[in-house]
C-alpha cells in the first residue's frame, strides 16, 4: 500500500444540506472504523463552507457525503469546487444516499469519484477508498 501504510485513512462523513437523517451516515462511520479508517463525523445540517473547512482542520484524504434530501445537484458539485479552490483537489470526495443513476455521470463530472447507493456494504466501501485514496502530501 506504500506510503499510506504508516497511517490510517483518514476520512470525513459529511450530511449536506437540511437533510435530517443520519443513521446511514453513523453506520457507516462506525463500520469505517471497525475496518481500520480513521474516521470524523461533521453531524446533520453541514453546509458545503463548513464541510470543506472540516476537511482542511482535519487533514482528511476523503469526504464521503451522504444525502437524502435530493439537494444533490447542487450541494456535492459546491463542495468539490470549495475543495478544489482551498488547496485539497487531491482529496477523494464519494456520496452516497438517494441519488438518481441518471444524476451520476453529471456528479462525477463536477468531481465525486463514486456514488454509493442503498445497499452498498460497508466492505465494499473499504475497499473502494483504499484502493483509490491518494497519500495527502503533508506539506
Same mark, same amino acid.
Given at each position: ?7 490510517? @485513512?483518514?476520512?470525513? *462523513? ?5 437533510? #435530517?437523517? /443520519?443513521?446511514?451516515?453513523k $453506520?457507516?462511520?462506525? #463500520?469505517?472504523?471497525? =475496518?481500520?479508517?480513521? $474516521?470524523?463525523y461533521? +453531524? ?9 473547512? &472540516?476537511?482542511?482542520? =482535519? ?7 451522504? *444525502?437524502?434530501? +435530493?439537494a444533490h445537484?447542487?450541494? %456535492? ?5 470549495l %475543495?478544489? =479552490?482551498? #488547496? %485539497? ?7 452516497? +444516499? @438517494? @441519488?438518481?443513476?441518471? /444524476? $451520476?455521470?453529471?456528479?462525477? /463530472?463536477?468531481? $465525486? &469519484? &463514486?456514488?454509493? #447507493?442503498?445497499?452498498?456494504? @460497508? +466492505?465494499?466501501?473499504? &475497499?473502494? %477508498? ?10
Amino acid at each position: 500500500m506504500g506510503p499510506m501504510s504508516d497511517r490510517p @485513512i483518514k476520512v470525513l *462523513i459529511a450530511k449536506p444540506g437540511l437533510d #435530517g437523517h /443520519d443513521r446511514g451516515a453513523k $453506520v457507516l462511520a462506525r #463500520g469505517l472504523r471497525d =475496518e481500520g479508517f480513521e $474516521v470524523v463525523y461533521t +453531524g446533520l445540517r453541514q453546509t458545503p463552507d463548513m464541510i470543506v473547512t &472540516a476537511a482542511l482542520q =482535519e487533514d482528511v484524504d476523503t469526504v464521503g457525503l451522504s *444525502i437524502l434530501s +435530493g439537494a444533490h445537484m447542487t450541494l %456535492l458539485p459546491r463542495i468539490c469546487e470549495l %475543495l478544489r =479552490e482551498r #488547496g %485539497l483537489g487531491d482529496v477523494l470526495v464519494t456520496a452516497g +444516499g @438517494i @441519488i438518481p443513476d441518471e /444524476d $451520476v455521470p453529471r456528479l462525477r /463530472d463536477a468531481g $465525486v &469519484a &463514486a456514488v454509493f #447507493g442503498p445497499g452498498t456494504t @460497508i +466492505g465494499e466501501v473499504a &475497499a473502494f %477508498l483504499r484502493e483509490n485514496v491518494r497519500p495527502r502530501d503533508a506539506a
